[in-house]
């Protein structure tokens, strides 16, 4: 089993979303906590030009992401934002989010 955390302010983003949205976010991160980096896709990818990936809900069919990167022995959610083609400058800014939640992470 890995462990998977998540920052403050990604766990706030999780929790604001529609209660039928956090369960499949919660059984998402529950299969990256069994397969680690075994966990292919459709449930995880590499997000483009960025150090993190996206965790896809349902198997990419929610509109939701979480977008987390290894940290150590472990794996922090830094954001949690909409799927890119439903909302493109969301996402963009979900993943600059999480790009510098995760720099904050790595530094302390």
């Not at 999780?14 to 292919?40: S, W, Y």
Request: charged share 25%; no cysteine.
């Amino acid at each position: 089993m890995w462990d998977v955390r998540y920052h403050p302010d990604a766990k706030a983003e999780e929790d604001a979303l529609p209660p039928r949205e956090q369960v499949a976010m919660t059984n998402a991160v529950d299969k990256l906590r069994v397969a680690g980096h075994a966990l292919g896709f459709p449930h995880q990818s590499a997000v483009r030009s960025s150090t993190v990936r996206e965790l896809r809900p349902r198997g990419g069919r929610s509109l939701w992401r979480a977008f987390y990167r290894r940290v150590g022995d472990q794996f922090v959610v830094g954001a949690i934002g909409p799927e890119a083609a439903v909302n493109p400058q969301g996402f963009q800014k979900a993943v600059r989010f999480a790009e510098s939640r995760l720099n904050q992470i790595e530094q302390e």
